[in-house]
Structure formats: structure tokens, C-alpha cells
């Protein structure tokens, strides 16, 4: 694989959908061995969710890249028994499943830190293992609407907006990442022993939402929604239409970048006016701003307004779409979108491994496996010496 810096870490992955594989797929994609493991019948949910091309679930192929895929039974005798396999020499444990399930199976953590006292078990559901939620299912929308940040997002004479992508998964899935590595380094530089990692989906997303609890604990403030102004931060911030119909984000949140837009628009003396002399003054007068700033925006090509911004060193930039991301030439220098080759699909354009690491960069090495099982055989019969007359004995059985 060359010098990736998660060689040698084995990740067995229980889970499904995005927040707990997004922890494993990151792992793989810095190098770690990571066994997917699906039920023979139900599989990943993931496989049946967003687009398809033939059949092929393309969502999966992200989420679910670097990894190997086998299927198993959890709730049978014979497949815990195989799980217990797997789990003997692994690294990290990542599940979704509710609370109390794997313990109703008999393969909770005590189990499974008895056979492996150096396993980094994270156990991810909707409310955490503990609280009075815990049992509740948990998906991200619930998270993304209790944890605040629908309240905050829309217009002020709107309904709360939920995200349009599985966000409170995606935050989950990378706090959840750098707790496992956490882990990892006390496991391996001072304790010698694993722990488990109790990830709610709700918190994280709720942990970025910036000062709202001292807000309210000292100011009794609850923040309200504001479209996409953020008043606490600054003005002018907002999105504004060009003449040619495409939109712009600008943000000013700073003397010395009021003092650029405001000549940017050929109104420098502005910056003088009490209106507008500070964020706070600005901050009060915010329609006055807009109306200004956007005003100026409007009379002007998307091109244009961007060249004067640019010039005068003004942080703006275009709302994009996937498409313009795809054509754009900093996304381009940067190969923040890298070709994979497919076995099912040919090359197929994906998000590369982020962040860049400068001596030990990670790698895609193959796409998520359309065929549930596909590395069965080489997990079960060449890692864990399974025969193949039993391999097949067991899939007859619905066992793998």
C-alpha cells in the first residue's frame, strides 16, 4: 500500500449507513485494514438509499470504500462465534446498533473486551448509551432538530430548515474519528488497554453551534433564525444576487474588510459613517448595510463583482453547485475530487482522502464493493482458516 499511517490497524465495522462507517472509512483511507461486515439478507441500508446507476448504489461506493466486505449473522449462535473471530486481534470496533442489542446477544463490551483487552470499541447510536432517550431511535434529522441547529437555519419568518444532506452523520463521523484516535495513543503509549466510546449522533452537531448555551446561561439570549446573516458574527454577511442571476457570499466581520468592501463599491467614505464605523454600529443598521452592499452586487455580472472584490482583497466568494465544484480550477489543482476505477462503473469521480497529510498522504484504493460478501472468502477461509466446505455450509445456512 506504500507508507500509509494506519498500516497495520484492523477495524472491523458492524455498522450501518453514515455515521459510524464514516469512522471506519476514514480509517481505511489512511491505511487501516477494515472488514465490513453486513447481515447475508438485510445488508447495509446504505445500498438501497440515493442515487443508482444500474442498480449500483453510488452513495456506497464512498462511504464504503478501502473497505472489505463480508456478511454475517449477528444473531445467530454461529455467527457470534465467527464475530468473536474477528474481533480476537482487531483494533477497533465500530456499531449502530440500539443500545442493549449486542449485549442481548451476548457479544457487549465485557464479552468482547474479555477476548480482546486492547479493543477500542465505538458504539454509536441517536441519544448515547445512557439518558432517557437512549432506547428512542436515532437518526440524523432527530439530531439535527434537537441539538439546535434547525431552530437557527432559515429565514426569521420561516419554519426551521433542516440540512439537505445527513450533516449530524457527518459530524458525528468525524468527532467520532479523532476519538478513536484518542484512544488509540492512550491504549498505545500509556495504558496498554482499550476502552469503549460512547458517540451519541445528537451531541456533536450540537458541540459546533457556537456560543449559544453561555449566551443564554449569562445573557438569557436564545438565538433565532436569521437566514444567512449572523448578526453575532458581523455585517455585511450575507448571500446577494448578481445582475446575471448567480449568487455570492460576502463576509465583513472586521474593520479592515468593511473598510475593503466599502471601497470595493466605490463608497469608501462610508466607513466613517456612524452607522457603520464598527461591527456593533454595523450590526444595528444591518438592512442599511445589505441594502447597500447588495444593492451594488445587483447592478453587477457575477464575474465582475468578483474581479473588484479580488482586487480590492475582500473575502467573497460563488454559491456553488456540484457541477461548478467540478469545473472550477482550485478544486482542480488541489485534486479535491479524485477518479477511481470501478469494477462495475469504469472511472467514477468521488471526494478525495481529506486532510493532506505531507509525508504519509492517505489513498483510495478501491470503491465500496457492489457484491454483498465479496471478500467472504478471503476473510473467513485465508484470515481466519475457515474451510471451504464449512464456508459453504455456513451460507446455506444464512449464517454468512
Given at each position: 500500500m506504500?507508507?500509509l499511517?494506519?498500516e497495520?490497524?484492523?477495524v472491523?465495522?458492524?455498522a450501518?449507513l ?8 476514514n480509517?481505511g483511507?489512511?491505511g ?7 447481515h ?15 442498480g ?7 462511504t464504503?470504500?478501502?473497505k472489505?466486505c463480508v456478511?454475517?449473522d449477528?444473531s445467530k449462535p ?6 468473536k473471530q474477528?474481533?480476537a486481534?482487531a ?5 449502530n446498533?440500539r ?9 457487549g463490551?465485557?464479552v ?7 479493543l477500542?470499541?465505538?458504539?454509536v447510536s ?9 432506547d428512542k ?25 433542516l ?6 452523520d ?12 484518542f484512544?488509540l ?12 466510546i460512547d458517540?451519541s ?10 456560543d449559544?448555551t ?21 455585517a455585511?454577511?450575507n448571500i446577494y444576487r448578481t ?5 455570492l457570499?460576502l463576509?465583513a466581520?472586521?474593520p ?12 469608501p467614505?462610508?466607513?466613517n459613517?456612524?452607522?457603520?464605523k ?17 444593492g451594488?452586487?445587483?447592478t453587477q455580472?457575477a ?7 479580488d482586487?480590492?482583497?475582500?473575502a467573497c466568494?460563488?454559491?456553488?453547485s456540484?457541477?461548478?465544484i ?12 479524485t ?7 469504469g472511472?467514477?469521480r ?8 505531507s509525508r504519509?498522504?492517505g489513498k ?7 457484491r ?7 476473510i473467513?477461509?485465508g484470515?481466519?482458516?475457515i474451510?471451504?466446505e ?9 449464517i454468512?
Open positions: 506504500g507508507n499511517p494506519l497495520g490497524l484492523k472491523v465495522d458492524i450501518v453514515f455515521a459510524s462507517p464514516t469512522i471506519s472509512q480509517m483511507d489512511f487501516a485494514e477494515v472488514i465490513k461486515v453486513e447475508p439478507k438485510l445488508g447495509d441500508s446504505l445500498r438501497s438509499l440515493g442515487a443508482a446507476k444500474n449500483i448504489p453510488l452513495w456506497w461506493k464512498i464504503n470504500r478501502n472489505k456478511t454475517l449477528l454461529e455467527g457470534q462465534e465467527i464475530f474477528l474481533i486481534d483494533d477497533v470496533l465500530t456499531e446498533f443500545p442493549g442489542t449486542l449485549e442481548k446477544w451476548g457479544i463490551w465485557d468482547l473486551h474479555a477476548i480482546n483487552p486492547r477500542v470499541f465505538v458504539r441517536g441519544f448515547g448509551q445512557t439518558g432517557p432517550y437512549k431511535p436515532g437518526f440524523g434529522t432527530l439530531a439535527e432538530a434537537m441539538s439546535g441547529f434547525a431552530f437557527i437555519t432559515g429565514q426569521p419568518d420561516g419554519p426551521p430548515t440540512p439537505g444532506t445527513g450533516l449530524a457527518a459530524v458525528a463521523g468525524q468527532l467520532g474519528t479523532w476519538s478513536v484516535m484512544a495513543y492512550e491504549r498505545d503509549h500509556k495504558s496498554g488497554v482499550g476502552q469503549y458517540l449522533v445528537l451531541e456533536p452537531l450540537f458541540t459546533i453551534l457556537g449559544q453561555i449566551a443564554y446561561d449569562q445573557l438569557g439570549l436564545v438565538q433565532q433564525r436569521t437566514g444567512n446573516r449572523v448578526p453575532s458574527i458581523g455585511p454577511r445582475k446575471d442571476g448567480r449568487w457570499a463576509s466581520n472586521s479592515a474588510i468593511a473598510t475593503r468592501v466599502f471601497a470595493a463599491i466605490g463608497q467614505e462610508l466607513i459613517d456612524p452607522r457603520f464598527d461591527n456593533r454600529a454595523r450590526i444595528a443598521h444591518i438592512d442599511e448595510v445589505d441594502a447597500i452592499v447588495g451594488w452586487i445587483g455580472t464575474e465582475a463583482a468578483l474581479k473588484k472584490f482586487e480590492y482583497e475582500c466568494a460563488p454559491v456553488y456540484i457541477a461548478d467540478e469545473a472550477d480550477p482550485h478544486f482542480q489543482a488541489r485534486e479535491t475530487i477518479t477511481v476505477q470501478d469494477p462495475d462503473l472511472p467514477i468521488m471526494q478525495n482522502v481529506i486532510p493532506k497529510l504519509t498522504p483510495i484504493r478501491w470503491p465500496g464493493p457492489t454483498m460478501g465479496a471478500h467472504n472468502e478471503e473467513y477461509g484470515k481466519l482458516g474451510a471451504r464449512r464456508i459453504a455450509e455456513l451460507k446455506e445456512k444464512g454468512i
